[in-house]
């Protein structure tokens, strides 16, 4: 948060925040949460005392949490507004880590704004705005409701999300967002989509590797039991740290 409000008194400086459901949805499963700060190019480290190797040396996976919107200057456009103009700082750092991640075969989960970060990061492409370019869509985010937005959605039936979740076709997600992937990027397949209008709603890279995106918020959905459990696919991630660790 480059501007945080003058209510939370923090005049003129940065927050890096960690929303605590994320957190206690991996520490429920016995697995410790920690926070990487950025480490950005004009951060005040020194880099050659602490770089992103160090994360990745000392962590067995990277969960990558939603957030401000992907800048589309990362993935070679101009924002249609200024309001979507994203935040290019957190991509370039979130982009390094993953890739620092992949180097030494350890999984990546991102999670709505972490999914459309692992699409950009493999050469694809965002919706800016949903309601904006795909006029036929349904509605993917509700401001008055927010995590009480709920949709559909169905897995590819030979992918490793349906694996994960055997006995089950699909189901009832969260909807937090106005934008999602547009253009895939290379290596990268689809494993489910939106039941109404089919928007891409989880990915994963080819390869053993655990890398996959979903658009919902898992992390939201143990209070719920009619939505889809998170379990299966924290525990499909872990077992992926816990044999790369090994």
Known sequence: MHKPPAELGFRNKTLQYLEQAIAHWIMAHGAM????????????????????????????????QGGADVSPTSYGQQPLKPEWGGDIVRDRYEMEL??????QGKPVLGICR?????????????YQDIATQLAEAKAHV????????????????????????????GGLVTSIHHQ???????????EARAVEDGMVEAIRAKGSCFVAG?????????????????EPLMNGFLDCAAASRG
């Open 33 to 64: 949460a920690l926070m990487l700060p950025t480490l950005g190019f004009d951060a005040e480290v020194d880099r050659r005392r602490v770089t992103v190797r160090h994360y990745v040396d000392a962590l067995d996976g990277l969960v990558m």
């Open 98 to 103: 993953l890739e620092g991640f992949l180097a």
């Open 114 to 126: 972490g999914c459309q970060l692992i699409n950009v990061a493999y050469g694809g492409t965002l």
């Open 142 to 169: 509700d401001a008055e409701l927010y995590d009480q937005h709920h949709h559909d959605i169905v897995f590819d039936p030979e992918s490793r999300l349906a694996k994960l979740y055997e006995g089950h076709k």
């Open 180 to 190: 999602a992937v547009d253009r895939l990027g290379g290596d990268l397949i689809v």
């Open 214 to 230: 979903v658009q919902w918020h898992p992390e939201f959905h143990a209070i719920n039991p009619e939505l889809l459990s998170g």
